[in-house]
């Protein structure tokens, strides 16, 4: 079980705002495929971590679990900072307060501001097929680990294979991302 801190979930809620404000009718779906796209991001452009979520290999995509139970009923992590709203082709994401930049560098607000440019404007069936490449990570770990089958034959929508973030990187690289995922949980739980 992943705990968050507080500076964890003011970040993660003030991304998640961010990308509403600006994509009209963000689905739970889009804003899934999107938090990965940013992470995934960052992690090959400055090797390290952005929200320092975990991603599993899911038959949609890579899938933040706990973002998504959250997004999936009534937030409850991140009550403070958005609210779904049913509708009968999906469930939307809405924010409840205004965006804050108090947790971001300028190099995450370029980055937030790159993913909405380039995917924005993208259906949330495409963000899945973008993340499905033969090419990518997802597909990587699942072919290796026998899912492609079992989500084909609809035997399985989900597992607990974690996504390395540090697939795409060199070693040194993979030694920043790790030591500087480990430094941010130290501090976040250190300041709460």
Not at 160 to 171: A, G, N, V
């Given at each position: 079980?992943?705990?968050?801190?507080?500076?964890?979930?003011?970040?993660?809620?003030?991304?998640?705002?961010?990308?509403?404000?600006?994509?009209?009718?963000?689905?739970?779906?889009?804003?899934?495929?999107?938090?990965?796209?940013?992470?995934?991001?960052?992690?090959?452009?400055?090797?390290l971590?952005?929200?320092?979520?975990?991603?599993?290999v899911?038959?949609?995509?890579?899938?933040?679990?706990?973002?998504?139970?959250?997004?999936?009923?009534?937030?409850?992590?991140?009550?403070?900072?958005?609210?779904?709203?049913?509708?009968?082709?999906?469930?939307?994401?809405?924010?409840?307060?205004?965006?804050?930049?108090d947790?971001?560098?300028?190099?995450?607000?370029?980055?937030?501001?790159?993913?909405?440019?380039?995917?924005g404007?993208?259906?949330?069936?495409?963000?899945?097929?973008?993340?499905?490449?033969?090419?990518?990570?997802?597909?990587?770990?699942?072919?290796?680990?026998?899912?492609?089958?079992?989500?084909k034959?609809?035997?399985?929508?989900?597992?607990?294979?974690?996504?390395?973030?540090?697939?795409?990187?060199?070693?040194?690289?993979?030694?920043?991302?790790?030591?500087?995922?480990?430094?941010?949980?130290?501090?976040?739980?250190?300041?709460?």
């Open positions: 079980m992943k705990t968050y801190s507080r500076s964890d979930l003011d970040k993660i809620g003030n991304a998640i705002i961010y990308l509403a404000e600006r994509i009209p009718d963000l689905s739970k779906t889009k804003l899934l495929k999107l938090l990965y796209l940013l992470e995934e991001t960052y992690v090959k452009k400055y090797q971590p952005f929200l320092n979520l975990e991603f599993e899911w038959q949609a995509g890579p899938v933040a679990r706990d973002i998504f139970i959250d997004l999936s009923d009534e937030p409850n992590l991140l009550k403070e900072y958005i609210r779904i709203k049913k509708k009968s082709d999906g469930t939307y994401i809405k924010p409840v307060i205004k965006f804050s930049d947790e971001f560098s300028d190099n995450e607000i370029e980055m937030l501001d790159l993913i909405i440019e380039h995917f404007s993208k259906t949330a069936a495409e963000l899945v097929n973008r993340t499905h490449q033969k090419n990518s990570n997802w597909y990587a770990i699942a072919k290796s680990k026998g899912l492609l089958e079992l989500f034959e609809k035997m399985t929508n989900s597992s607990d294979e974690k996504i390395d973030l540090t697939w795409y990187l060199d070693d040194k690289g993979k030694q920043i991302f790790t030591e500087q995922s480990h430094f941010n949980r130290l501090i976040s739980h250190i300041n709460d």
